[in-house]
């Protein structure tokens, strides 16, 4: 797979995790990188979103600003998301997914504009 994350588990609330995503074979510079979840019974939702190597561009959904941030190492091909003061509502599966990067800025693709998208990550916040 040309994405893969780590990082997933149980967890209480309040408590913190750090999800990571490893990209291999492709230009990772070249593409937006998306943090996306999707609970049970719900849509999938985008969490973070890192703009490519040429774009400044970043974003962070409303329901989890302030707890969870994004970074992105370009030499490494890897993306982590550090989320803190995790609550039940965060429990689903994480996917990271890659959009090559056609336009500027990451915040404006839909999750279906993601070409690449790894297998997923559980995260169970119990209260």
């Known amino acids: 797979s040309e994405l893969e994350e780590s990082g997933g588990g149980l967890v209480q609330s309040g408590g913190s995790l750090t999800l990571s995503c490893q990209a291999s074979g492709f230009v990772f510079g070249n593409y937006h990188i998306g943090w996306f979840r999707q609970a049970p019974g719900k849509e999938r939702e985008s969490v973070s979103c890192f703009g490519n190597g040429r774009s400044p561009s970043r974003n962070v959904a409303d329901s989890v600003k302030g707890r969870f941030t994004m970074s992105r190492d370009n030499i490494k091909m890897t993306v982590d998301l550090q989320m803190n003061s995790l609550e039940p509502d965060d429990t689903a599966v994480y996917y990271c997914?890659?959009?090559?990067?056609?336009?500027?800025?990451?915040?404006?693709?839909?999750?279906?504009?993601?070409?690449?998208w790894g297998q997923g990550t559980q995260v169970t916040v119990s209260s």
């Open positions: 997914a890659a959009a090559r990067g056609r336009r500027w800025d990451c915040s404006i693709y839909s999750h279906d504009e993601y070409e690449k």
